[in-house]
């Protein structure tokens, strides 16, 4: 049971920082609306009715729906199996399951209960809004950082073992 504490503890503290940082958006930040807070970074509210990059978004919601419940069981299931074969020394995979558990969570929570995810980070390429990064959140940060970071663990920093 202790293998999964590091997994519980990351993934609900992504949890409560996304469904947080969406709150706030939503409460002081109009739809569509955008607030500049760098030459590169906006936070513009918008809601993503699919997943990454608005894809599914044109599906009839009972599919969508039922899709995210087939990925979100799946997902759930393959953490909690790859963090039960992990060793004493496998903090980095525990702790990278934890943000892609999180992150998944997190986007759940939005689709189950709003049919829609907001997203609020914006990205642009400086003094050019026509150049920018697609809109996400907290949730798919974490989810991307862990990927990366489980990435960086197999590949790389194995690589001398």
């Not at 002081?28 to 894809?55: C, E, Q, S, W």
């Not at 914006?122 to 970071?149: K, M």
């Amino acid at each position: 049971m202790r293998k999964y504490r590091t997994l519980i503890i990351v993934s609900a503290i992504v949890v409560i920082l996304d469904q947080l940082s969406k709150w706030l958006t939503v409460k002081y930040i109009p739809l569509y609306d955008k607030v500049a807070l760098l030459p590169f970074l906006d936070i513009t509210h918008v809601r993503n009715p699919g997943a990454a990059f608005g894809i599914f978004s044109n599906l009839p919601e009972t599919l969508r729906l039922g899709l995210f419940v087939i990925v979100l069981i799946t997902a759930v299931i393959v953490i909690f199996y790859f963090v039960k074969k992990t060793g004493p020394q496998d903090n980095l995979l525990r702790f990278s399951l934890g943000l892609i558990l999180g992150g998944a969570v997190g986007n759940s929570i939005d689709r189950f209960s709003l049919r829609y995810v907001t997203d609020f980070i914006g990205f642009h390429w400086f003094g050019d809004p026509a150049l920018y990064w697609p809109p996400f959140n907290i949730a798919d940060s974490a989810i991307t950082i862990g990927v990366i970071l489980i990435l960086f663990d197999t590949f790389i920093s194995k690589r001398g073992t």
